[in-house]
């Protein structure tokens, strides 16, 4: 199926309006180098697919029948084309992406490969493409700020952004728990902001699962014609990083309560995005607070996920650790790509930050650790971490100007801000990841000899129930060293890992569905020693 992804796509239809003037193309999660045309123009050059775009068409288009066609690049040659591009060669982990230099586009890195991932590098679609009006202004962001005081009262300042195509005034109306404010407001070409402050007289808090009731209030915005209405969560939430006898603590506190996080990654929920549907999402958060879970980490590896996985994890009452989207690569630091980062890491702080199960914003995830990883970067660590810290000195900033109360983890695992150490063996402070039993092969045991502040990855592999894997293997290929099964083992040495794990623990199984069953068995066992 690569051949998908080294060819050029044209996507087109046709559409009619009546009137051209004040349109607008709105289109989200557009993967990802893309041009799209209205009538044989341009409207839009897309090279990212963290963004959301708004392209003014009233000028190409017209009264009656209308032709759009968008036009799809492939993503391996405008990768190949930006690294050639480069001052300096950016490693990427090859371990893991069969598909080469995907760190040069702003993409789902999982898309070129994992190592539990196929490497087919997708590209389309997978959100909504509109032609929408504009009046005088449109909402383009509803962020809401909070401020408790002792006695349980709420002040919540509510800043919306508004796109206007020309100076004018224009009518704000704000609405939660029976409060209302307006505002006449002025607007001018572009974006201008606006904030109105609401008095909530000790409203009802959201908590966590385990901890409390997930009440949520509708906000809705009014602007002229435009109406906006979003569910928001009142609740504090703070990052205790204190030193202590031991390094330096690493926890949660929501509403003045510490809360014992137990939680796991969110990788894409299917490999083909047009598969990993609300329903199927939704299903697999509800499992998630089923095992009771109260924490998903959103790895930096895949989506920012669509809006209805933070409603879900809003009503199900789990926060959401949100990396930013950077994974185990070397990225570049050019004036062109932060540019892009800036945009992005703008549109997705302004999009989330409102969500009561959002607790934290992180830079990435194990860029610290790559830069030991390469041999580019090994002979030349200055050149490189200087490169990453301007990365991730850009994602900050770019996330404190939009939100200035968010909370900021600098990578995931990291010990802490401006420590470049290593967070895999290291369990005296910041978060870590702990992989020593599944990618060294040590004894189950070992989970018992760290002491993690937070442990935001571990994990052990089985194998899939026989149901799963007879959709993929035929009679012919039930056998773990077939070539089909270690096809779909991605990572490398994974299942000789599962067998030799399974000699030191059990007698040997007689047939393969035994097999897959004792491995499950075994990851259990893995998982519950965690």
């Known amino acids: 199926m690569q051949w998908v992804a080294q060819t050029v796509w044209r996507l087109s239809r046709e559409f009619e309006i009546e009137d051209p003037q004040g349109l607008y193309l709105d289109i989200d999660y557009l993967d990802t180098v893309a041009a799209v045309f209205v009538n044989g123009v341009e409207v839009l050059q897309a090279e990212n697919c963290f963004r959301r775009y708004r392209p003014d068409i009233s000028d190409a288009a017209k009264a009656g029948r209308n032709a759009i066609e968008i036009v799809f690049q492939s993503s391996i040659e405008a990768a190949a084309l930006v690294q050639a591009a480069q001052p300096f060669y950016i490693p990427y982990a090859k371990q893991n992406c069969p598909i080469p230099n995907g760190n040069m586009l702003r993409k789902p890195a999982c898309h070129f490969g994992w190592d539990w991932n196929i490497a087919i590098a997708p590209l389309g679609l997978y959100g909504s493409i509109c032609i929408k009006k504009l009046s005088a202004a449109r909402i383009e962001h509803i962020q809401t700020f909070q401020h408790h005081d002792e006695k349980g009262i709420v002040d919540i300042d509510i800043e919306v952004s508004l796109h206007a195509m020309e100076a004018g005034t224009v009518p704000l109306v704000v609405h939660c728990c029976g409060e209302r404010r307006e505002s006449e407001v002025q607007v001018s070409p572009g974006i201008s902001r606006h904030t109105l402050r609401l008095r909530i007289g000790k409203p ?133 790509f932060l540019a892009e980062v800036r945009e992005e890491v703008d549109y997705q702080v302004r999009r989330l930050g409102h969500h009561a199960c959002l607790a934290l914003w992180c830079g990435d995830n194990e860029l610290i650790g790559a830069l030991n990883w390469f041999e580019e970067s090994r002979a030349n660590r200055d050149r490189y971490l200087v490169n990453y810290d301007r990365l991730n000195r850009c994602i900050e900033e770019s996330m404190r100007e939009a939100d200035p109360h968010a909370l900021w983890w600098p990578s995931s695992p990291s010990p802490g801000v401006l420590d470049f150490g290593d967070a895999w063996h290291r369990d005296s402070k910041g978060d870590m990841h702990f992989w020593s039993v599944w990618h060294e092969g040590r004894n189950v045991e070992h989970y018992r000899d760290v002491k993690p502040r937070f442990c935001s990855e571990f994990g052990f592999q089985s194998f899939p129930s026989m149901p799963v894997v007879r959709g993929f293997a035929g009679a012919s290929d039930i056998n773990i060293a077939s070539p089909v099964m270690e096809q779909h083992q991605k990572n490398a040495g994974g299942n000789a890992r599962i067998a030799e794990t399974m000699f030191r623990y059990f007698r040997f199984p007689t047939g393969f569905e035994d097999f897959v069953y004792l491995s499950q068995v075994q990851h259990g066992l893995a998982m519950k020693t965690a």
């Open 204 to 336: 009802d808090l959201w908590w966590p699962l385990g901890w409390g009731d997930q009440n949520l209030h509708e906000l809705r915005v009014y602007c002229g014609e435009e109406e906006r209405a979003i569910n928001i969560g009142f609740r504090t939430i703070e990052l205790i990083t204190s030193p202590d006898g031991a390094g330096s603590r690493f926890a949660f506190k929501v509403n003045g309560r510490e809360i014992f996080c137990r939680g796991a990654n969110w990788i894409p929920a299917d490999a083909l995005p047009s598969q990993a549907t609300p329903e199927l999402t939704r299903g697999l958060l509800q499992a998630a607070a089923g095992a009771n879970m109260n924490m998903i980490r959103v790895w930096g590896g895949g989506f920012y996920e669509p809006d209805h996985f933070y409603e879900a994890c809003d009503e199900l009452g789990l926060l959401v650790w949100q990396d930013f989207m950077f994974a185990c690569n070397l990225y570049p630091s050019t004036p062109e």
